[in-house]
């Protein structure tokens, strides 16, 4: 499978760039007042979103990030529930 799509989307240095760079600007716009945030799952996505998140000055007090593997919607439900009923 050619993959020509990612190369405007990530830079050769690993930077966000163009497309991925506005998805993140976006989501840290609508996450903006929120309270508590759980960030997780697989992969370096989430790394990435709260870095984008930290640059803009949010969640240094809310925000929680945990790698996870692949996960069914009941354990994505009761990993959700588990974290917000501490």
Same mark, same amino acid.
């Given at each position: =499978?050619?993959?020509?799509?990612?190369?405007?989307?990530?830079?050769?240095?690993?930077?966000?760039? #163009? *497309?991925?760079? *506005?998805?993140?600007?976006?989501?840290?716009? /609508?996450?903006?007042?929120?309270?508590?945030?759980?960030?997780?799952?697989? #992969?370096?996505?989430?790394?990435?979103?709260?870095?984008?998140?930290? *640059?803009?000055?949010?969640?240094?007090?809310?925000? /929680?990030?945990?790698?996870?593997?692949? =996960?069914?919607?009941? *354990?994505?439900?009761?990993?959700?529930?588990?974290?917000?009923?501490?």
């Amino acid at each position: =499978m050619k993959r020509s799509w990612l190369k405007p989307i990530i830079a050769g240095n690993g930077k966000l760039t #163009g *497309q991925l760079d *506005q998805y993140y600007t976006e989501v840290t716009a /609508a996450l903006r007042g929120v309270e508590d945030l759980l960030i997780f799952g697989p #992969g370096e996505a989430k790394v990435e979103l709260k870095n984008h998140l930290d *640059q803009a000055h949010l969640g240094e007090k809310f925000m /929680a990030v945990e790698t996870s593997d692949k =996960m069914t919607d009941k *354990q994505i439900a009761a990993k959700i529930r588990d974290y917000f009923n501490k």
